[in-house]
């Protein structure tokens, strides 16, 4: 099933997609139609109403203020290809992102000031359907609702700032800095997480092309990891990692600029676009 969040004249409302058609729900974010358990989305899978065709829908950033979002440190092997400096992890790192930096399909990404350094990553994200706690990877996998698409943007300048895990999360919350959609699709759709292929393009131009399979860390090994220490809520999402090809290593670095256009894909979920303009 594809869960939709889009435009109804003012009103936010969640659907799913069927066969290119939209089909609302009752629900005005996917958060409550997570929270609401199984039994809500069986009802939503049986959905009879028709609303407009999904090519007619403004789509929004599926899930509006979820409570937690966790970003995946280095989690790709092909990192130590573009920077053979680069230490590789022993165990999985994480750190926040903020849910006021949520933004959907076509909206702007917004520099926030002159040399900040900003930088694209294509993510798989993990939408938690069921709590979590100490959940060993084996079953985690069944506390999971859905997946999406996240860009993982980052002010390389304030990120890098220092030595410091202090300054990650800051360089990554920025307004707007949390692109998220078209959709989430249910995990029933997913059978397997890492095999999936994920995307990024600026103005066209392929920047990553990579297989979840290089993943580092599973999917199912991170739900596992972070539940020991932090219970995962229904609705809390969990970003896996970029792989190689961001602009950060590209000699000369590569940033964003105002006028240009990134697009984010993952396989069985979609494309993800947003232009770039300047908020200063």
Known sequence: MRVIRYLDGTTSRVGVLRGGQGFPTTFGDALDLIRAGDGALRDAGRL??????ASQ???LA???RPGKIFGSGINYASHKEENPAAVMPSEPGYFSKFPSSIIGPGEPIRLPFEDAHVDYEVELAVIIGKAASRVAAADALQHVFGYTVINDVS???????EPGAQWISHGKGFDTFCPMGPVIVTASEVPDPQRLRVRSYVNGELRQDASTEEMLFPVAMLIEYWSRHITLEPGDVLSTGTPAGCGTFRNPPLWL???DEVTVEVDAIGQLTNPVVASW
Do not use: E, I, N
């Open 257 to 259: 600029t105002p006028g």
């Open 62 to 64: 599926p899930l509006h």
């Open 48 to 53: 009879t109403g028709h609303g407009p065709p």
């Open 155 to 161: 002010a390389r300048a304030v990120q890098f700032k």
């Open 57 to 59: 829908v403004a789509l």
